[in-house]
């Protein structure tokens, strides 16, 4: 990502919780790029400025969001569920897990029929339909399970979890990167 003038710097390993936040905004931009095409798109080919964007948008949840689940789903939330603390945010943790699964899933739809478009120049009314519905229910998914992370078990962990378990977590966060 390059630099944006008067922006906040995103998050070191120090800030575990912090660096999944910023995930969620680079998630939601390159999500944009990838609903705004299959909506724009169809019915004809791809600029090439489009076939850049939605490839490094696929290459970023290819890559780093499947690192920011697994941030999550091995060490955040077993972490979380370790505590006396955590018997009310279990049912939230499942349900966003259940979210990482129903995501990986309509990547994958979404991957697919992008290479076919970008592979072969168009994609039939059927297939750009498809595109639109799977791009269009990522976004709400991703909306909802970033408002409950954000809203509640974010903060909820910053709570519970003491020093030493954060630095855990964001020393986890750095060997994934490595």
Not at 21 to 47: N, P, S, Y
Not at 70 to 94: C, G, I, K
Not at 137 to 161: D, K
Request: proline share 3%.
């Amino acid at each position: 990502m390059g630099i944006q003038i008067g922006a906040r710097p995103d998050a070191g390993f120090d800030d575990p919780i912090g660096m999944l936040k910023d995930c969620h905004r680079r998630i939601e931009r390159f999500l944009h790029i990838l609903c705004l095409v299959a909506e724009r798109g169809q019915g004809r080919a791809l600029t090439e400025e489009e076939r850049e964007a939605v490839q490094a948008a696929l290459h970023y949840f290819r890559v780093g969001g499947v690192r920011h689940t697994a941030d999550e789903e091995e060490s955040l939330f077993p972490r979380m569920r370790a505590t006396a603390a955590a018997a009310p945010a279990v049912s939230e943790l499942e349900s966003l897990e259940s979210d990482h699964r129903r995501a990986n899933d309509l990547h994958d739809a979404v991957e697919m029929l992008y290479q076919a478009w970008i592979t072969a120049g168009r994609l039939s009314q059927q297939d750009s339909e498809r595109l639109l519905r799977a791009t269009q229910q990522l976004g709400q998914l991703y909306e909802a399970h970033i408002r409950l992370e954000e809203g509640t078990v974010f903060p909820r962990a910053a709570e519970m979890l003491d020093p030493q378990t954060i630095a855990s977590i964001g020393q986890e966060f750095e060997r994934r990167r490595k």
